[in-house]
């Protein structure tokens, strides 16, 4: 997702109000199970995004205006967000945990845990005798039973090339494989990230232009992408069905190994770079999938400190360079460079590869030999060996500009970090668990003293780029505020150092080392990746080491050293841990970064200047015949990229078949009961010994004025405190006690109802023999906390709007989305004014009224409780293990009994929606995010399931190949939600707009005039089952549960929809194709785009656009 940068994902400990988010509709039956978007941005996590991987697309999770999204937000940030991976390696290690788990942001799952430590027997799984193993070309090096993850894992090595193989046994139905490949880059070209786009581009047994796009069309994968750090390629999938992932894992090593893109220069051209010229007479471009996806990167300014502080922290090795690609460099890259770069390093000497699940050992190695064995051995395992970063003698200090909008104080625009490189050797695993301790207990919670200091000083608007990370060769912290004056930004500087030195000479309060075990404690045992495969998660850990030549296996192994850790903390007590490491790793450490960026209005503008004096030179350069022949080729370029495979290329990409498909969709164990005349609904699963419970309320009686408020009105909720309990003991008790707590709205359409349905939730989870604790924590948020604290209030409205800004830049296709939706539907509304451009614009006006009117909005906060607490249509939602479940009524009772049976004030009606109208919002940037949509319920269309499957194959061809392909947007998808009736266009990245929106305009056309053969149409089908069929863990389960229970939709629906699916045929799309000419007729468009882009639309097509400046 990439595309979306959720970026922030783990940092989100900070705040955590859920906004808006599109989400994935495509799954008809389960809807729910991925979320979306990011939601909690948090400000400041990922800056360091340029230690994060690119990836190969845009993993959109559009919207269905459904609740989900609007809801907390799980992992998927942190997979889906390239910025947020590469920051957190201690997490990896179990220790750092989703600010969920104790702050209030949303996500109620820790994310990076891993298995649980129970003690088991150890099981015995198939093994590979070394005798099979020699017979394959392999030598067995190591082989260890880790009881972390319950699995056997065994290091092959190949005896021919080098290539190492960790073969990983258990139990997970959900099986991986990744190969990874070290490949440091020399400049900022981007040779690595567009060799990684370029390979998946057709290979020697698979030669058709994308079969990377024809297994995103046709598999049951659970994950498929491909990401670029800054010193490697990383190529996983994920399937639960082994038919499938045998099919993928082939795809993947031919693509690698045998990849076209080394052949034909046009791969080259269209993923990376290439002059564009249509017509001798017009202005040359540049067009490029990388290209413009960077374009997009550079045009966010905490991405660009990020790179920033990453390359100056080490200048001197491979990480000095941007591996993604600076948009000013990547055109000096040549085809013959590309060539070379695979040559020299896309070598299974070179590569790392890891298998992971519950299939055959013996297996796997018998697909590899097939590949490794056609090479010989190569030396470019030496070869791309990663230089150490000597540590500098003297700290450094770099005043860098980025491109502002021109409206707004750009006084208070200035940016600050400070940043170290911690050490020049590998540190060993118990520092490594320390620092990661440390990490969370200076940052991980609203309540931790260096983040509270920071945002509570009023110096900025928000953390950037804060925390550890050991993802790269040698580990690095860092910490920084946004949203600085010019004159405070020494000031910041100061406040960061004397906080460590206060820390170092203070030490940390007992409770918030108590909290920090628990809740690390506790996402080690829930281990809850979200919808990103565990096994997946456990190869980043292992390769976050294995990459450097170090011991793949030790990573995975955290028991001993936790245990160890913990031991030392009872006994020596915590300072002498904690100072220590503060004292030699920060304070009196040299090697130390500051990064200051300035807003330069002229900025954007000058860049863009800059290129267009470039590209006019390279065309006064050129002659008559250079011109025409410029023109001929991108004709030829474009025609290549718009003619189709022909069918029995197609064929030769492996694809599942019908019968391979369950016919019933997965059902989730649910009884519904009542408790006091409350509906409880309750699902029987196993969770190793945690309980999750969701309390939903009804919003139907609060008043319209408020609705804005309630994402301030959570967030204070979880960071205000009580009359007894400070906001600092309370996210202390929370982390002591549970595994985490969130509240956030809901809103979605009901199909067939002019109501939406509006929800506000809280979401907690527990060990079993702590369910009462949780209810009484979640009553006391709910009841007890007082709406007082002034400064804090402030605060939060900074820095949601420093969040909300960030969002218009990094995810402008889901504030186009949101802005639609609110134009066509009641519930898009409701979401808008939580979480788009009217709620940044209520935000600017708040920031005024809380120095003018604390009291009114102290009591409008008073009313909202007042309108949501009540028993009266309540729901409960529990997941967790039968005996628990009867247990915990109890505690669920007396929950219920202390709150009031009706809410006060009437009810009222929730009709509000935007002027239908088309417009442009303005923001600085190189690229814009397009936006087309309308309702298709309105033509009398009705649901059929093979909506589903249309709607998933206009974004795979007709979209993929338009909108990115030849129109060079990082991403072009549509949405539609089932609920709702809305249909919609998005483009991420885009360097076009007028264009796009034409696109839009001829999906009807293209679905007339559409011949597919009974194969793609398998393919299809099988590809939306998939995503129905989306892999899910217990607590996702009990959650989708729920949200079908609240919209109404019945097991009896979903097998309907199921066998629409199932027998879509060609009528159906040349159906459809009438139902979604109501976007072409009169749909609305939005663009979150330049200033420059929108004068030429509109000049073009006599003011189409109402212009609104955001930034
Ligand atoms: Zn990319």
Same mark, same amino acid.
């Given at each position: ?92 290690r179990g220790l750092?945990v ?8 949303? =996500? ?9 430590v ?30 972390e ?48 786009? /370029? ?17 995103? #069309? ?8 491909? +990401? ?115 040559? #020299? ?29 056609? +090479? ?28 502002? =909008? ?23 695993l118990q520092t490594q668990l320390a620092l990661g301790f440390l990490?969370h207990l !200076? ?28 993802? $790269? ?6 910490? =920084? ?20 030195? #206060? ?5 940390f309060?007992s409770d918030a080392v108590e909290a920090s075990t628990n809740t690390i404690e506790f996402s080690l045992r ?26 793949? +296996?030790?990573?995975?192994k955290y028991t001993e050293p936790l245990k160890a850790l913990k031991a030392r903390i009872v006994e020596e007590g915590s300072k002498a841990v904690f100072?220590?490491l ?32 470039? $590209? ?90 408020? $609705? ?27 982390g002591r ?34 369910? *009462?604790?949780?209810?009484?924590? !979640? ?50 509304? !409701?979401? *808008?004014? !939580?979480?788009?451009? /009217? ?9 005024? #009224? ?8 102290? &009591? ?24 628990? @479940? ?17 809410? &006060? ?112 149409? %398998?393919?299809?089908?099988?590809? %939306?089952? =998939? ?24 097991? *009896? ?6 066998? *629409?699916? @199932?027998?879509?045929? $060609? ?45």
């Amino acid at each position: 997702f990439l595309l979306i940068r959720h970026k922030k994902e783990k940092k989100t400990r900070t705040l955590a109000v859920a906004f808006i988010i599109r989400q994935q509709q495509s799954s008809p039956g389960n809807i729910y199970s991925i979320p979306v978007a990011m939601l909690r941005t948090v400000s400041c996590s990922a800056s360091l995004s340029s230690s994060s991987p690119f990836f190969r697309f845009f993993r959109h999770f559009p919207r269905s205006s459904t609740a989900a999204l609007r809801g907390p937000s799980r992992n998927l940030g942190r997979i889906s967000s390239p910025s947020a991976a590469g920051r957190r390696v201690f997490l990896r290690r179990g220790l750092r945990v989703s600010s969920a788990a104790t702050a209030g942001g949303g =996500g109620v799952n820790g994310q990076f845990s891993r298995f649980s430590v129970r003690a088991v027997a150890t099981p015995s799984y198939p093994d590979v005798g070394q005798d099979e193993a020699e017979k394959l070309g392999f030598e067995k090096v190591s082989e260890e039973f880790i009881s972390e993850c319950k699995s056997k894992a065994t290091l092959f090595k190949h005896k021919k090339t080098g290539c190492e193989v960790m073969s990983v046994s258990n139990e997970d139905e959900n099986k991986v494989f990744g190969i990874v490949l070290r490949t440091p880059p020399k400049d900022s070209t981007g040779i690595p990230h567009i060799l990684e786009h /370029s390979v998946l581009c057709g290979s020697r047994k698979y030669p058709v232009k994308e079969p990377f796009v024809e297994l995103l #069309k046709g598999s049951l994968h659970t994950f498929l992408n491909a +990401f670029t750090y800054p010193d490697r390629t990383c190529y996983p999938v994920a399937s639960t069905n082994t038919k499938d992932f045998y099919n993928l894992v082939d795809v993947y090593l031919d693509a690698v190994f045998f990849p076209k893109c080394v052949e034909d220069v046009h791969t080259f051209q269209q993923e990376g770079w290439h002059y564009e010229l249509n017509d001798p007479s017009e202005d040359i471009s540049y067009k490029g999938v990388v290209f413009n996806e960077m374009k997009g990167v550079y045009s966010q300014p905490d991405n660009i400190l990020g790179r920033i502080a990453q390359q100056a922290i080490s200048p001197d090795n491979t990480y000095g360079v941007d591996s993604g690609g600076d948009p000013k460099d990547i055109p000096k890259l040549t085809f013959e460079e590309f060539q070379e770069f695979h040559r #020299k390093y896309y070598h299974p000497s070179n590569a790392r590869i890891w298998f992971y699940g519950d299939d055959d050992p013996v297996q796997r190695l018998r697909v590899l030999s097939e590949y490794l064995d056609m +090479f010989e051995a190569s030396s470019s395992r030496d070869t791309s060996k990663i230089e150490t970063q000597k540590l500098f003698s003297e700290p450094i200090r770099i005043v860098e500009k980025y491109p502002a =909008g021109r409206d707004g104080d750009l006084k208070k625009k200035n940016m600050v970090c400070v940043n170290w490189l911690l050490s020049e050797k590998p540190l060993d695993l118990q520092t490594q668990l320390a620092l990661g301790f440390l990490d969370h207990l !200076m940052l991980g919670t609203p309540a931790s003293p260096l983040r509270k200091i920071l945002l509570e000083s009023g110096l900025g608007e928000a953390l950037v780029s804060s925390g550890m990370s050991d993802e $790269l060769l040698q580990p690095q912290f860092s910490v =920084g505020m946004k949203g600085v004056s010019q004159d405070n930004v020494q000031k910041v500087e100061e406040l960061i150092m004397d906080t460590l030195k #206060k820390l170092a000479e203070e030490g940390f309060d007992s409770d918030a080392v108590e909290a920090s075990t628990n809740t690390i404690e506790f996402s080690l045992r829930e281990n809850n990746t979200g919808s990103f495969p565990r096994g997946l998660s456990l190869m980043l850990q292992s390769i976050a080491k294995w990459i450097y030549d170090m011991d793949p +296996f030790e990573p995975l192994k955290y028991t001993e050293p936790l245990k160890a850790l913990k031991a030392r903390i009872v006994e020596e007590g915590s300072k002498a841990v904690f100072s220590p490491l503060i004292e030699q790793f920060i304070l009196n450490n040299s090697h130390r970064v500051t990064i200051e960026m300035q807003p330069d209005p002229e900025k954007a503008s000058q860049e863009e200047a800059e290129e267009k004096s470039i $590209l006019e030179k390279v065309k006064a350069g050129m002659t008559e015949e250079d011109l025409a022949e410029l023109a001929r080729a991108t004709e030829e370029l474009r025609l290549k990229q718009e003619t189709p495979d022909p069918p029995e290329a197609l064929r030769c990409v492996p694809s599942l078949n019908l019968s391979d498909i369950p016919k019933e969709p997965t059902y989730v164990p649910s009884e519904v009961g009542d408790i006091n005349g409350v509906e409880v609904l309750r699902h029987d699963l196993f969770t190793n010994d945690i309980v999750y419970a969701e309390v939903v309320f009804d919003m139907g009686s609060l008043k319209h004025e408020l $609705l804005p408020l309630v994402p301030l009105f959570c967030q204070s909720l979880m960071e205000m405190g009580t009359k007894d309990l400070s906001f600092v003991q309370l996210n202390q008790l929370i982390g002591r006690k549970t595994g985490g707590i969130s509240v956030y709205p809901l809103t979605s359409s009901v199909r067939g109802k002019a109501e939406p349905c509006s929800k506000f939730v809280v979401r907690g989870k527990s060990m079993a023999g702590r369910a *009462e604790d949780l209810f009484n924590l !979640m009553n006391c948020l709910l009841q007890e906390v007082q709406f007082t604290d002034q400064q804090r209030f402030k605060q939060f409205v900074s820095q949601s709007i420093a969040r909300m800004e960030n969002r218009l830049r990094g995810s402008g296709h889901g504030i186009a989305a949101a802005r639609m939706d609110a134009m066509l539907n009641v519930a898009g509304w !409701m979401s *808008e004014q !939580m979480g788009g451009l /009217s709620y940044l614009e209520f935000l600017h006006t708040l920031a005024k #009224k809380v120095d003018e009117d604390w009291e009114g909005i102290s &009591s409008a906060l008073e009313e909202i409780r007042r309108s949501l607490l009540a028993r009266n249509g309540c729901v409960v939602n529990m997941t967790a293990d039968g005996k628990f @479940l009867t247990n915990i009524e109890k505690s669920v009772e007396k929950f219920l009994n202390l709150l009031p049976e009706t809410p &006060s004030g009437g009810l009222v009606t929730w009709d509000g929606r935007l002027p239908l109208r088309n417009e442009a919002i303005v923001i600085p940037t190189q690229v814009n995010y397009v936006g087309k949509a309308g309702n298709i319920y309105s033509t009398g269309y009705e649901l059929d399931g093979s909506a589903y499957v249309i709607s998933k194959h206009i974004s795979n061809t007709w979209l993929w190949d338009r909108v990115r392909v030849s129109g060079g947007a990082y991403g072009g998808f549509c949405d539609f939600d089932s609920h709702s009736g809305v249909f919609s266009f998005l483009s991420y990245r885009d360097p076009n707009l007028l264009k796009t929106l034409d696109i839009y305009d001829g999906t009807g056309d293209f679905l007339r005039g559409l011949d597919v053969d009974q194969e793609t149409l %398998t393919k299809a089908i099988i590809g %939306t089952i =998939g995503d129905v069929d989306s892999y899910q863990l217990p607590d996702a389960k009990g959650y989708s549960s729920l949200m079908r229970h609240l919209l109404g939709v019945t097991d *009896e629906e979903r097998q309907r929809k199921r066998e *629409e699916i @199932l027998t879509t045929s $060609l009528k159906d799309f040349k159906e459809f194709a009438e139902a979604i000419d109501v976007v072409r007729e009169k749909g609305v468009a939005v663009a979150v785009a330049s200033a420059e882009d929108i004068d030429s639309a509109n000049q073009a097509r006599s003011n189409f656009f109402e212009v609104k400046k955001a930034l």
